[in-house]
């Protein structure tokens, strides 16, 4: 079955838990981006700013249910040092809007 110990142990992976990015807190909700000279810097709506190099922040776009609230977009974690991550946006134009911030 998948996602049991078993089945783990065979090299299958379990099934993640479904996360409704529109309801992550302010950690997570994305103010501001900024690119410049090989690096991004994304602000979060509780203050705080992340620094990521150019290759290791991908952009992504949910429409579905559970992504996020349209003028949104959250900033979700892709490792565990947090040395990569996800920007993902209900729609293109949102993602067009972070990255219209430039140095």
């Known amino acids: 079955m998948p ?24 950690a997570y909700q994305i103010g501001q ?7 991004f810097e ?8 992340a620094f990521f190099a150019d290759f ?6 949910d429409t579905g249910a559970h992504g996020p609230a349209p003028g949104r977009p959250v900033l979700v974690p892709a490792d565990t040092e947090r040395t990569r991550a996800f920007v993902v946006a209900a729609s293109p134009a949102d993602v067009t809007k ?6």
């Open 3 to 26: 996602g049991t110990k078993e089945s783990l142990a065979h090299g299958e992976r379990a099934t993640p838990e479904v996360v409704d990015l529109s309801e992550l807190p302010e």
């Open 56 to 61: 290791n922040l991908l952009f992504k776009v």
């Open 33 to 39: 981006v900024r690119y410049c000279d090989g690096k």
């Open 98 to 103: 972070l990255l219209a911030r430039m140095c």
């Open 42 to 49: 994304v602000g979060t709506e509780d203050g705080k700013i």
